[in-house]
């Protein structure tokens, strides 16, 4: 027999092997690429999502101190304020109104922060900004209408009602000017950038969560002998994804922020408002993390380790003998599971079902290898309590009943 004929078999498995890694690598950079689509889909494109963002942006102190000295500079920018003090004071103190002017700018950021800290307003804030992004929405697909508004190539948020307020808060009886408080939100090239991003992110929403899952099952079915190493890889690149989605939060995401936001006095407001409006990310990392130690413990679970045979062991005759009750108390835990909806994704439908998939599966593939590893499983006498599985984690010898007294000696 040639060399190469030994060798081909031999180089085989290893192409192989790199095959699987490929998929395995490249399966998670689409995950990666997947969570952030999904981030910007479900927060930045959804109204109730980024409504509620906005409440809770308006709940932190340094948000709101900011939002206030903006409100604040716009009404004494666009209102005489000090002409409105002279029609109100007496005759005979109007030559206060300068001074008493000054005072009145240095408490009005106070006052507005007191006007947006209450329930009343924030929910009513809500509603506005709810409406404000439904009608920017509707601008995204080529319409505009509303508190958001497209005039001379830019879009505009109309922050005037809250001007308004702020200057009724402060006894100005003079209606502010309307063109007051327009917050300039993306100029025209801008918006066709986030169109056309926004058309992309629609499509690629879906495709790229079937794609993942599609090449991590393919890269566990290729791996053949070793699918318990590519299972437990898997599960790992999963953990490493969302482990690097919180860094991109928390450290990228504060670095971008904070190179965007030139006022230094501005930058913790803006850091606050990048946290609270990416906690879906946050939620979505979690959630990958998770996934990928479920794949982990599966692997482990199924592998030749003494206190994971021990588990296949002791559960060995429940599979044989009280397998509705198994399946009873795997279910019991799932739907526990879903009521604690630690993670978004099982608190969507689609979400739900995958994981009722995983755990389907990855209950049909632990009994099927422990009773093909423990045929003969079942019987009282077969099943250790907990004390014997605990034992048998451990390494000890024996179950948890006593071993039968030696019999007595002849008389």
């Not at 409440?55 to 716009?74: F, G, H, N, P, W």
């Not at 077969?382 to 034992?391: E, F, K, S, V």
């Amino acid at each position: 027999m040639s060399a190469a004929a030994v060798s081909a078999p031999e180089s085989s498995p290893k192409k192989h092997r790199v095959w699987v890694w490929t998929i395995i690598v490249v399966a998670a950079i689409v995950t990666l690429v997947a969570s952030l689509t999904i981030f910007v889909k479900r927060e930045a494109l959804d109204s109730q999502a980024f409504s509620s963002a906005s409440v809770k942006m308006l709940e932190d102190q340094q948000i709101r101190d900011a939002l206030s000295v903006y409100l604040t500079d716009q009404l004494f920018s666009n209102l005489d304020v000090q002409a409105q003090l002279q029609q109100i004071l007496p005759k005979q103190t109007k030559s206060l109104a300068g001074p008493a002017t000054g005072l009145l700018r240095e408490f009005a950021p106070r006052a507005a922060s007191d006007i947006l800290a209450q329930p009343a307003v924030q929910n009513q804030f809500q509603t506005l900004t709810y409406n404000a992004h439904k009608r920017f929405m509707a601008i995204i697909n080529g319409k505009s209408s509303g508190a958001v508004q497209t005039e001379n190539g830019e879009v505009v948020l109309d922050l005037h009602p809250i001007v308004q307020q702020l200057a009724d808060r402060l006894g100005l009886s003079a209606q502010v000017a309307p063109d007051t408080g327009r917050l300039v939100v993306f100029t025209s090239s801008q918006l066709k950038l986030v169109q056309d991003a926004v058309k992309a992110i629609k499509v690629l929403n879906v495709f790229l969560i079937i794609l993942v899952l599609i090449l991590y099952a393919v890269a566990v079915w290729l791996a053949g002998g070793w699918r318990r190493a590519a299972l437990r890889a898997s599960g790992w690149s999963l953990v490493i994804v969302g482990v690097l989605l919180l860094v991109v939060r928390r450290i990228v995401g504060n670095e971008i922020v904070g190179s965007l936001v030139k006022a230094e006095s501005d930058k913790t407001a803006a850091r606050h408002a990048w946290l609270i409006g990416s906690q879906l990310l946050a939620n979505v990392a979690w959630a990958i993390v998770f996934y990928g130690v479920f794949l982990v413990i599966a692997a482990w679970l199924a592998g030749g380790t003494r206190p994971a045979t021990a588990i296949r062991r002791w559960l060995a005759p429940a599979f044989n003998e009280r397998l509705g009750v198994v399946i009873a108390a795997v279910v019991v835990l799932y739907l526990l599971l879903i009521l604690w909806g630690p993670t978004p994704a099982l608190q969507q439908w689609w979400g739900i079902l995958l994981g009722a998939a995983l755990v389907a599966v990855g209950f049909w593939a632990l009994r099927r290898e422990t009773l093909q590893e423990f045929p003969d499983a079942g019987g009282t006498t077969q099943w250790p309590d907990m004390r014997g599985g605990w034992n048998k984690l451990r390494g000890g010898k024996g179950g948890g009943s006593e071993p039968p007294a030696p019999p007595a000696p002849p008389a």
